[in-house]
C-alpha cells in the first residue's frame, strides 16, 4: 500500500527527531521537546559560565515547487559560495594594500 509523500516525510521526520533526542539524551541531561513534535533543546554552558540552550529542528524538507530538494547540490553551492566570500575578502585586501603602496609612494614624492 503507498502512502503519500507527505505522509512519509512526515514519518521520517518523527523518526529522526527521536534518533537525535535519543543521541543528545546519551550527552544531555535534559532534552526537552518544545513548540512541536520535531523541535527539541537542552541546556548547554556558555564560555563565560552562562546557562544557554542548543535548540534543534529536524526537518524533512520537499524542496521548491519547481524542484525537489537536492541536499548534494545544496552542499555544493554552499561550498561554493564561501569559496567566492573567500575570493572576495582577498580581492578586497588586496586592493587596500594596493591603495596603502600607492599612498606611500605619492606621500615620498611630494616629500622629494
Known sequence: ?????????????????????????????????????????????GIEGTELYCEITVAIPKGSKDEPYNGYELAQDYIYNLEEKEREEEKRKKKEKDEEIRRKKAEQKNKG
Request: aromatic share 8%; with cysteine.
Open 1 to 45: 500500500m503507498a502512502i503519500s509523500l507527505q505522509k512519509e516525510r512526515d514519518l521520517l521526520r518523527i523518526q529522526y527527531t527521536e534518533e537525535i533526542k535519543k543521541m543528545c539524551a546519551e550527552k544531555y541531561d535534559d532534552v526537552m521537546t518544545v513548540k512541536s513534535d520535531n523541535k527539541f533543546c537542552f541546556p548547554v554552558v
